[in-house]
C-alpha cells in the first residue's frame, strides 16, 4: 500500500492559489472595495451610491445626492487611507465622486 503524503493546506492558501491561477485577483478586489465601501460608510451613504468602480488604483463613487457628495468630498483622504486599510493592501490612491 503506498503511502500518503501528509501535507497540509489551508483553505485560504488553496484559494489564493485558485484566484491567481485562473487570473480572478482583479474581480475579486472589485468586489471586495464595493462591500468595504458599503461596510465602512454605513446604510446612509450606501442607499445613495448607485456606483462603485476601481480604475486604475482611482475609486470611482456614483452618488445621487449633490448635498452627500460635497459633505464627502472634505474628506477623501480619510477614506481612502480607511479603506485601504480595511482592504489589508494599498489598491486605491485617488477618491473621485461624481
Known amino acids: 500500500m503506498a ?4 501535507d497540509s493546506f489551508s ?3 488553496l484559494m489564493q ?3 491567481k491561477e485562473n487570473k480572478l485577483t482583479k474581480g475579486m478586489q472589485k468586489m471586495k472595495i464595493e462591500e468595504t465601501w ?10 445613495h451610491t448607485t456606483s ?3 480604475q486604475n488604483k482611482t475609486l470611482v463613487i456614483q ?3 449633490s448635498v452627500l457628495r460635497e459633505e464627502l468630498s472634505y474628506g477623501k483622504d480619510k477614506i481612502i487611507k480607511m ?3 480595511e482592504i489589508g493592501e494599498e489598491i486605491i490612491s ?3 465622486l461624481i
Open 83 to 85: 479603506m485601504n486599510e
Open 94 to 96: 485617488k477618491l473621485m
Open 11 to 13: 483553505i485560504e492558501d
Open 38 to 47: 458599503h461596510k465602512m460608510m454605513g446604510q446612509g451613504v450606501a442607499t
Open 3 to 6: 503511502k500518503r503524503e501528509n
Open 17 to 19: 492559489l485558485f484566484i
Open 52 to 54: 462603485v468602480k476601481l
Open 63 to 65: 452618488l445621487n445626492s
